[in-house]
């Protein structure tokens, strides 16, 4: 069982930087990969960026990359979304999940991971 709270969240202005953490307590995180959602007002909610257990694969949405990085640390059991250059369109809730194992599709995440609450992010000019 984990128990993932996310933080760093803000009101900032188009072309600002953020970085979002995600601290995990219980067992087991160097077993789960991890991945940040995010999910805007009157949208669905979306894959940002992924992290195998080991740090050593990754994943991003077409539209972030190059602007944002994931990274964990598993000894500190925490995990990291920089991100770069925000945008209006990056506005959202934005969620840490772990996942036993690793999945690309979100159905699997939804059903068998564990999610925080969320941090708000808004890009406002």
């Known amino acids: 069982q984990l128990h993932l709270v996310e933080s760093g969240g803000g009101l900032v202005e188009p072309g600002s930087s953020l970085t979002l953490s995600c601290a995990a307590s219980?067992?087991?995180?160097?077993?789960?990969?991890i991945a940040w959602f995010r999910q805007a007002p009157g949208k669905e909610r979306e894959g940002v960026s992924f992290?195998?257990?080991?740090?050593?694969?990754?994943d991003y949405l077409d539209s972030v990359k190059g602007r944002f990085t994931i990274s964990r640390d598993n000894v500190k059991k925490m995990a990291y979304l920089q991100m770069n250059n925000l945008n209006t369109d990056d506005t959202g809730m934005y969620y840490c999940?772990?996942?036993?194992?690793?999945?690309?599709?979100?159905?699997?995440?939804?059903?068998?991971?564990?999610w925080g609450q969320g941090t708000q992010v808004t890009v406002f000019p």
């Open positions: 992290i195998s257990n080991t740090g050593g694969s990754t």
């Open positions: 219980g067992f087991g995180l160097a077993n789960h990969a």
């Open positions: 999940a772990a996942l036993r194992g690793y999945s690309d599709q979100e159905a699997e995440w939804t059903k068998n991971g564990f």
